[in-house]
């Protein structure tokens, strides 16, 4: 999980100065429409929603856009679609077992998108069942190092609220509780002053698959052609890499 989350980092670094800040834009709108269709159009009483907006903020989509589809999911506006969560599973190289989450308003569509990426990517599509049992359902928040916050710091302010785990990411920590926690220990981040990048319900690996160089250079690619796709939210697969290996590609 530790080499998954440094490269989705890097990505997301890149996303800001790359012609892939409107697929995110995009991706990121949609989780906001469907969380305010789900639970409501008010933040204060959908812990969703409230997570959808500020990670959407933190990557600077503008509040008109983020306005307009809280509106639409909620009803107050015209335009908004009725999307469907499905998740497709799959293998990379390595044997490493791939998650793919979308929402969409085509499950046809969806299905040959991933599995087109698939396949022209070294991966192959899998039965359900087969992977998803190497996975747990976890609240992840991810929180920036700096000169105040050290995994100390983290650990204290969330250990009361449910937090199974702090993980140093190099760069930031990973929070690791039940998806039922997710809000208390957010929330303790937030009253200990803490800063946090995203809080998002998802899918961490109980196993994971150590790739050399060359694999994991299969592996990124495949998870970049899967993340191209309009209709996947979020890929989860179960590798690790070095840090060594990581600067090398």
Avoid at 35 to 52: E, H, I, Q, S
Avoid at 59 to 82: C, F, M, Q
Avoid at 107 to 112: D, I, V
Avoid at 178 to 196: C, F, H, K, N, S
Wanted: with cysteine; proline share 3%.
């Amino acid at each position: 999980m530790s080499g998954h989350s440094k490269w989705a980092t890097t990505k997301h670094k890149k996303a800001g100065i790359d012609a892939k800040r409107g697929k995110l834009f995009a991706k990121l709108i949609k989780n906001i429409e469907v969380a305010a269709r789900t639970g409501g159009g008010d933040p204060a009483g959908n812990p969703t929603l409230f997570d959808a907006i500020q990670k959407a903020k933190k990557s600077s989509v503008p509040n008109d856009n983020i306005d307009r589809a809280v509106k639409r999911g909620a009803g107050l506006e015209a335009g908004g679609v009725d999307y469907q969560t499905i998740t497709y599973e799959g293998y990379a190289a390595g044997g490493v077992a791939v998650l793919v989450e979308c929402l969409t308003d085509n499950k046809n569509r969806s299905a040959m998108e991933v599995r087109t990426a698939m396949t022209r990517n070294g991966g192959s599509m899998a039965d359900p069942g087969s992977v998803s049992y190497l996975f747990s359902r976890k609240g992840v928040i991810v929180v920036p190092k700096s000169d105040t916050v050290d995994e100390d710091t983290v650990l204290m302010a969330v250990l009361d609220a449910g937090a199974e785990e702090v993980r140093d990411q190099g760069d930031g920590f990973e929070v690791v509780c039940e998806p039922t926690d997710l809000v208390a220990v957010r929330t303790a981040l937030q009253d200990a002053g803490i800063d946090y990048d995203s809080a998002d319900v998802g899918f961490v690996p109980s196993v994971s698959v150590e790739l050399d160089e060359e694999a994991a250079g299969k592996v990124f690619r495949l998870i970049d052609a899967l993340e191209d796709c309009d209709d996947v939210q979020n890929v989860f697969a179960n590798y690790d890499v070095s840090d060594e290996v990581l600067e090398r590609i």
